[in-house]
């Protein structure tokens, strides 16, 4: 992934001796920091990349190191991305039917090709816990129960589905650092990331949900609440954009996380409004700690507003709760419907 300036388009053509495919950037050039990167070895090898005279910047494929490849642009913040399926990855296998309960993958006596694995994992994250009790409204409710309850209620109607693994990063009132709410979802294999938020806001006005994915917040107000969720200072949401790398950002990430927040939203909208005024705000990016560091399809959802005195007093009905987790429970299995193939 290469961080850009402005919107770009690379041109491809071939060249031989050896064969390979060239991307190329015009009138572009490579900052100090990303031509030490380069140097260092970031780019893996075979592959290249170059700054050419002319100005322009070259990526080098070598066409016997990959076996496809594609490459597009994706908007705030610019960024080309090049998507290299190496030659060592098996072909993809017609996925195995559901199981209907997790099974265990026999070990593999090819290393290079692990059994195609025949379940969805899906870790959901309930915010905060213990001696982080999150938001609090005027009534003293607190964020993490809240979060809790969803939690445990989606966990029960994904448990159903078939083919589903579901797992907690909490399942009871206790302090989960968000750096190990991330590697337990990456360590378990899961496949999607939901993440449970209760918003507040200074104005006791504001109501209504917002789901999030990764990318740089568009306004000062995604930032707070980004700022605020990974308890960092308002200037600074310790989610650095220099730690931007390829392994954890993939692609694939990047599209399923906006497909999986979209499709989340409209059944939250879909689903709760009749039965309470949804204020929808809509699918935002912003920078939560959660999100950029776990390697699967990720969204942080805030149900909801603590702050506001009549969602308060909503999130303290068992019905509302019981609503918010059939929303994001129909969101989660019109996106598995959708991508259950690409998922296993
Ligand atoms: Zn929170």
Do not use: C
Not at 171 to 192: I, M, T, W
Not at 297 to 325: C, H, M, T, W
């Amino acid at each position: 992934m290469l961080e850009l300036d402005r919107q770009a388009k690379a041109i491809e053509r071939r060249a031989t001796h050896p064969n390979r495919v060239i991307l190329s950037l015009r009138n572009a050039s490579m900052s100090r920091s990303a031509q030490a990167k380069a140097q260092s070895g970031a780019m893996p090898a075979p592959f290249s990349i170059t700054q050419t005279n002319s100005p322009a910047i070259t990526v080098s494929l070598p066409t016997a190191a990959f076996r496809s490849y594609k490459q597009f642009t994706l908007a705030d913040p610019p960024r080309l991305v090049v998507d290299i399926t190496p030659l060592t990855e098996p072909l993809s296998a017609p996925s195995p039917a559901p199981a209907p309960f997790p099974i265990p993958s026999p070990p593999s006596v090819q290393p290079t090709a692990p059994p195609a694995k025949n379940y969805t994992t899906i870790v959901i994250d309930p915010g905060h816990g213990g001696k982080d009790t999150g938001a609090r409204g005027q009534r003293q409710t607190e964020e993490k129960d809240i979060t809790l309850k969803v939690g445990l209620k989606l966990r029960d109607l994904l448990s159903m589905q078939p083919g589903v693994r579901v797992l907690m990063t909490r399942d009871h009132d206790v302090f989960v650092e968000l750096e190990d709410r991330a590697k337990f979802a990456n360590s378990q294999g899961a496949d999607l990331f939901v993440s449970v938020h209760v918003n507040s806001h200074p104005s006791h006005q504001v109501k209504g949900i917002e789901i999030y994915h990764f990318g740089q917040a568009k306004d000062q107000r995604a930032l707070a609440v980004a700022a605020r969720e990974n308890g960092t200072p308002l200037n600074s949401t310790g989610v650095g954009w220099e730690y931007l790398v390829a392994d954890l950002l993939t692609t694939k990430k990047i599209e399923s996380s906006l497909e999986l927040a979209w499709t989340a939203k409209e059944a939250m909208v879909t689903h709760m409004n009749g039965h309470y005024a949804v204020n929808d705000h809509g699918v935002k990016t912003a920078p939560f700690y959660v999100l950029r560091f776990t390697s699967m399809p990720s969204i942080l959802a805030e149900i909801a507003y603590i702050s506001n005195p009549d969602e308060e007093g909503l999130l303290r009905k068992p019905a509302f709760i019981q609503d918010v987790a059939q929303a994001l429970f129909k969101g989660i299995t019109a996106f598995l419907a959708a991508n259950k193939p690409d998922l296993r």
